[in-house]
T-cell receptor, first 112, second 113 residues
């Protein structure tokens, strides 16, 4: 099935610093989704990217899909303590529109 | 409010016992999913169902079974054949069609006594 590598595994920042997590694939992706899971919570859908080179923004979050559709990034500007959690990318796999393969996630901690 | 309800929140099982985790949704979604989450492993797909009375194995189906008799319900049974069942189990659902966002329940944490 589809494999996706997510880096870094952990990131600790001071409040106000920026943060970026990356997802990389060896094959071309049809789309990519991003989720956030707060500590003790469940994953919550953030966004889906479909087009080559696509950039989408949600307040302080910027999502990018690479030109070759093999990588994606999530960038948070000026982190806040509310940004704490694990960020996952997820890609379509196995030839099914329903089957997602999740990256292992990046755990973000923010020091106030 | 529409959503996904998983019960119980915490579950303890003795070795050799089967246990069933409940997942109910009132979002009118056609597709439902079960994931297993272990520390540092992300989410791994156990089973998924695109429609009532149909389901497919995911990446780690061994030792698990499911049924989909109703649109709203997708229970997961962890059988005694599952060698390492201690984990956080998440149920999700999505609308039918080309890749849709998945909506997750609050999860069930299963521990072996």
């Amino acid at each position: 099935g589809q494999q996706v590598m997510q880096i870094p595994q952990y990131q600790h920042v001071q409040e106000g610093e920026d943060f970026t997590t990356y997802c990389n694939s060896s094959t071309t992706l049809s789309n990519i989704q991003w989720y956030k899971q707060r500590p003790g919570g469940h994953p919550v859908f953030l966004i889906q990217l479909v087009k080559s080179g696509e950039v989408k923004k949600q307040k302080r979050l910027t999502f990018q899909f690479g030109e070759a559709k093999k990588n994606s990034s999530l960038h948070i500007t000026a982190t806040q303590t509310t940004d704490v959690g694990t960020y996952f990318c997820a890609v379509n796999s196995g030839g099914s529109n329903y089957k997602l393969t999740f990256g292992k996630g990046t755990l973000l901690t923010v020091n106030p | 409010d529409g959503g996904i309800t998983q019960s119980p929140k915490y579950l303890f099982r003795k070795e050799g016992q089967n246990v069933t985790l409940s997942c109910e949704q009132n979002l009118n979604h056609d597709a439902m999913y079960w994931y297993r989450q272990d520390p540092g492993q992300g989410l791994r797909l156990i089973y998924y169902s695109q429609i009532v009375n149909d389901f497919q194995k995911g990446d780690i189906a061994e030792g698990y079974s499911v049924s989909r008799e109703k649109k709203e319900s997708f229970p997961l049974t962890v059988t005694s054949a599952q060698k390492n069942p201690t984990a956080f189990y998440l149920c999700a659902s999505s609308q039918q069609g080309a890749i849709q966002p998945q909506h997750f329940g609050d999860g069930t944490r299963l521990s072996i006594l």
